[in-house]
């Protein structure tokens, strides 16, 4: 019996060993023809129909926005409420290291300040702003809270505040602001003031 199965089963295997080459060079074909040529065979095209494309995943961008980092250091608010403002000037200021560092630690408090013009019309003097000590430093390196500060401006401003002071009644200079330059360094927003009233601060209320 079996002898006379041998003349079936050979053929068979042959047929099934040509078809599975043709299939293997048909896709040795396809994976290796350009993308732009036509000639593409029916048994091509299922085969790389057939084939698994794997998904693309892409990484997002990054959606947190930035904050805006701000170089004011503290603005006089009750200045705005109980002075009127007529002009401003930008000063510098005369200060030690441990005053610069607790300012970085935000412990300035310019509320109570005002602007002494000198005598001699050439400089002005920072009064009654309250800078507190700095934790880290001994008591030899530490500055006095409320020290009289010189202001740094030009002899004609100086010059113009000593008589703006002198002449007008009711006139006087007030710190509005203090921020970081771009260079780094503190400056001062100081303003001539006038006095309000009661009905005027209402009003602005």
């Known amino acids: 019996m079996r002898f006379r199965s041998l003349p079936w089963v050979l ?3 042959f047929l099934a060993l040509s078809i599975s080459r043709q299939r293997v060079s ?14 593409v065979s ?3 095209q299922k085969t790389i129909r057939r ?5 693309l995943y892409l990484k997002r961008g990054g959606t947190k926005k930035k904050k805006v980092k701000s170089n004011t250091i503290t603005v006089n608010k009750l200045a705005f409420r109980n002075y009127e ?9 005369s200060l030690l290291g441990t005053e610069v560092k607790s300012i970085r630690d935000g412990k ?9 013009a000198n005598k001699n019309g050439r400089s002005c003097t920072l009064m009654n702003v309250h800078i507190g000590k700095h934790a880290t ?3 030899f390196f530490q500055h006095d809270e409320r020290r009289p500060r010189d202001l740094l401006l030009h002899k004609q401003e100086a010059r113009r505040l000593l008589q703006k002071t002198d002449r007008m009644p009711g006139m006087t200079v007030v710190p509005l602001k203090a921020y970081w330059n771009d260079q780094n360094k503190v400056k001062f927003e100081i303003g001539l003031c006038r006095g309000k009233n009661v009905r005027d601060k209402r009003q602005d209320i």
Do not use: H, Q, Y
């Open 11 to 13: 053929p068979a295997l």
């Open 26 to 39: 048909c896709v040795d074909a396809a994976t290796f023809l350009p993308p732009s040529s036509s000639v």
């Open 42 to 44: 029916d048994t091509t």
């Open 51 to 55: 084939l698994p494309v794997a998904p």
């Open 85 to 93: 403002v007529l002009e401003t000037w930008e000063a510098g200021i």
């Open 108 to 116: 300035m408090n310019i509320r109570d300040g005002f602007i002494k």
């Open 137 to 139: 430093a001994g008591e």
